[in-house]
């Protein structure tokens, strides 16, 4: 047996596996470890990014990632799906939209047929809906914060969700509310503080004076329809959970816009 071989762990004679403290501790020893140790070194680094880009793909939209992330939002499926009407007959309504048995099918029909997309973009949440393995004990879904838009031609405008959320982040982690933020606004800012807060609030104009926003070159200054909801994301079953119901990394999802009081989010089986 040679000399790393001694070294190694029993079983994992296998350098190309080591990590960089293992390959240092192999060459403090006088092992000759220089071909290992360069791809080792890359390795954890772009361990150490995924890791943070998970976190930072949600707090800084113009964040670009250098590595590619495992579960990207699939925008070319949620376009898909706000290319054409919604039917009424489709899986997907009754997910999101059901029928009802009895009263105010006409006003239901009306309704799905005047039903649009829209996008969210996740605020704050648990961990456990970014877990696609689904290993957090007992684990069938989360309450997720999320904010979205109604005003026209905003509703899926990428620029302002992104930025918006990066807003609220640095307004939740101020030491305290600032004095330009209206009563509202100081009630949002100790929600996003409390873990155990589920806020439903629109933001005002004193947000956006707070908090500088832009899209298409101008600031935002008085949007009156964006607001902070949360929703329950998650599965029927555990089973269900761990295989379908992990959140794409950069924090965007789908919904089913009804009326002002209908938001839901789309499952991920129709995307």
């Known amino acids: ?30 092992s000759d470890v220089s071909q290992y140790l360069p791809a080792a070194i890359e390795r954890e680094k772009k361990a150490a990014e995924l890791a943070e880009n998970r976190y930072r793909l949600r707090t800084e939209p113009d964040f670009k990632p250098t590595i590619e992330l495992p579960n990207r939002a699939p925008f070319d499926k949620y376009e898909a799906l706000a290319s054409k009407p919604f039917d009424p ?5 009754k997910d999101v939209d059901a029928k009802p048995w009895l009263f105010g099918k006409k006003k239901w029909a009306d309704r799905v047929a005047n039903a649009k997309l829209a996008y969210a973009a996740i605020v704050q949440c648990s961990d456990v809906v970014w877990d696609p393995a689904g290993e957090i004990d007992g684990a069938e879904g989360a309450w997720v914060v999320h904010v979205r ?106 919904l089913y816009v009804g009326t002002e009081n209908i938001w839901n989010f789309i499952p991920t089986k129709f995307w």
């Open 89 to 93: 007959n489709s899986e997907l309504i």
């Open 1 to 30: 047996m040679g000399f790393l071989e001694k070294l190694a762990p029993k079983g994992a004679f296998d350098l190309s596996t080591y990590t960089v403290a293992q390959l240092r501790e192999l060459e403090a020893n006088g």
């Open 149 to 254: 838009c109604t005003d026209d031609g905003y509703e899926r405008n990428l620029s302002l969700l992104k930025q918006t959320v990066a807003a609220l982040h640095r307004m939740r982690d101020e030491d305290k509310a600032p004095k330009s933020l209206s009563g509202k606004m100081k009630k949002l800012y100790k929600a996003l503080n409390d873990p155990s807060s589920t806020p439903d609030i629109a933001l005002d104009e004193s947000f956006w004076k707070t908090y500088e926003v832009n899209v298409d070159g101008k600031r935002i200054e008085d949007l009156k329809h964006v607001e902070v909801h949360t929703n329950f994301w998650g599965g029927n079953s555990k089973a269900e959970w761990c295989l379908k119901n992990s959140l794409p990394d950069d924090g965007i999802l789908p």
